[in-house]
C-alpha cells in the first residue's frame, strides 16, 4: 500500500474528482501507517485507495449512468447528486437534471457544475430485473 495515497486522497484528472485516501485501523481504531507488530488475536483492517475520476462526472453520458445504476455500480442519489443524471430504476430510464435536481433540464451546452469530493463505485442496491433486461436488449 503506497502511503502517500493514506495521507491524501489520489487525484482526479481532467475535470475528476479525487478519489478517497486510504486508512489503517487495528482492533476497530484507526491507527497510522507505522509499523505495528501484530499479536495472535489481531485484527487488522485496510482500507485501499481509491483512484481518483477521470473528466467532469457531469458529462458523462446519461446512458452509461443510467447502467451504472441498474448494474448496482451508483446509487440514486449519487447519479442525480454527483452526474447530474434523475434515474427511473423501474423503467431503467434517466435524465439531465439541474444542479439543485429540482427537475429542470440543464440547457445543452451549459457548463456542468463541479463538486470537490469523489465517490468511489461500491455496489449499491441493484435496480428491478425489468430495467436490467430492457437495458441488456432482452
Known sequence: VRPDKVRFP??????????L?????????????EPHTLRPGDEL???LPGGGGYG???ERPVADVIRDVVDGYVSLGVARREYGIAVDPETGTGRRVDRAGAG?????G???ARRQRGKTR????????RARRRLAGR
Do not use: E, H, K
Open 10 to 19: 489520489p487525484p482526479g484528472f481532467l475535470g475528476g474528482r479525487p478519489g
Open 21 to 33: 485516501a486510504g486508512a489503517f485501523s487495528l482492533n476497530g481504531a484507526q491507527v497510522s501507517i
Open 45 to 47: 483492517r485496510l482500507r
Open 56 to 58: 467532469d462526472p457531469r
Open 104 to 108: 429542470a433540464r440543464r440547457p445543452a
Open 110 to 112: 451549459a457548463p456542468a
Open 122 to 129: 461500491r455496489p449499491q442496491r441493484a435496480a428491478p430485473t
